[in-house]
C-alpha cells in the first residue's frame, strides 16, 4: 500500500483535476480568486458524493470551515 505522502500528492492532483472539469462544466473562464454564486449548492454536491470538507475546500477555493457551514446551512434549509 502506498505511503501517506503518495496518497496525499494523488490527492492534491486529483483535487486540481476535479476543479478543472468543474470550471469546463460552468463554463469559468477568469482564474482569480472570487465568490462564486452557487458554492453553497456545489458543496453539497460533492459531500453528497464522499468527499471530504478538506478536498471540496480545495476544489472550490475556500477554506474547510467555511465550507462545513455552507453543506450544514444548505442542510438546514432543506428540512
Keep these: ?3 501517506a ?3 496525499e500528492q494523488r490527492s492534491r492532483k486529483l483535487n486540481v483535476v476535479i ?3 468543474l470550471r ?3 463554463e469559468d ?3 482569480e480568486e472570487k465568490k462564486r454564486k452557487g458554492t453553497g449548492d456545489l458543496a453539497v454536491y460533492l459531500k453528497a458524493h ?3 470538507y478538506e478536498d471540496i475546500a480545495a ?3 475556500s477554506s474547510a ?3 462545513r457551514e455552507l453543506v450544514s446551512r444548505e442542510n438546514r434549509k432543506k428540512r
Excluded: Q, V, Y
Design 65 to 67: 470551515a467555511s465550507i
Design 59 to 61: 476544489i472550490l477555493g
Design 24 to 26: 469546463i462544466l460552468l
Design 5 to 7: 505522502e503518495i496518497l
Design 1 to 3: 500500500m502506498p505511503d
Design 50 to 52: 464522499g468527499l471530504a
Design 19 to 21: 476543479a478543472l472539469l
Design 29 to 31: 473562464r477568469d482564474f
